[in-house]
């Protein structure tokens, strides 16, 4: 596992790029504004429009389980679910949705990852869709039904009416 992970930006005008290291937990959860550290203009051109590009890690247990308790921390600015949405951060999701006092609205982030992971290997444009993840990820949702419940007013309209035909709920 990395120590140390970069942010850069390229300055808009000239190309000119600057780099600073960060930490895992930094990276993880964009702690550092890079033009904080580094100035607001560029060094070669004084302009102050830049690409930034973040370094970022995958999220372990730990990493997930201090975002889901901390109402501070964000993995991105939106979308979380749809980063979360990704078969390698499965179990750890299922784990802390079982075994961690988390807060509502990062439950139902992580409720809605679930969803969106059925979603995906449902609709017919995905030409990668993966039919065992996506009835794996099911059955965990019909153990979870009453956090999902919990969940539906976060979940987006055209994913519920996908995903919940593909569930075993009462009310729909």
């Known amino acids: 596992m990395k120590d140390s992970y970069t942010i850069e930006r390229e300055c808009s005008n ?3 790029k600057e780099q600073i290291s960060v930490s895992r937990r930094e990276a993880a959860f964009e702690l550092v ?8 203009n560029c060094k070669k051109c004084s302009a102050t429009k830049f690409i930034i590009y973040y370094q970022t890690p995958d999220l372990d247990f730990e990493l997930l389980k201090e975002w889901a308790t901390n109402p ?3 993995l991105m600015g939106q979308d979380e679910e749809l980063l979360l949405a990704d078969e390698k951060y499965l ?3 299922l784990n802390i949705l079982d075994n961690v006092a988390l807060l509502d609205h990062k439950r139902n982030l992580l ?3 679930l969803c969106v992971i059925v979603y995906d290997n449902t609709i017919d444009d995905n030409k990668q869709k993966d039919e065992n993840l996506k009835e794996r990820v099911i059955k965990e949702l019909n153990k979870r039904i009453y956090q999902l419940k919990q969940a539906d007013d976060w979940i987006m309209d ?3 009416e996908v995903v919940y035909p593909q ?3 009462k009310e729909k």
């Not at 504004?33 to 607001?40: F, P, R, Y």
């Open 111 to 113: 409720m809605d990852a």
């Open 167 to 169: 569930l075993e709920l």
């Open 33 to 40: 504004d890079i033009n904080e550290v580094v100035g607001k």
């Open 72 to 74: 501070e921390l964000y």
């Open 14 to 16: 000239c190309g000119s």
């Open 91 to 93: 179990d750890n999701i």
């Open 158 to 160: 055209y994913i519920k």
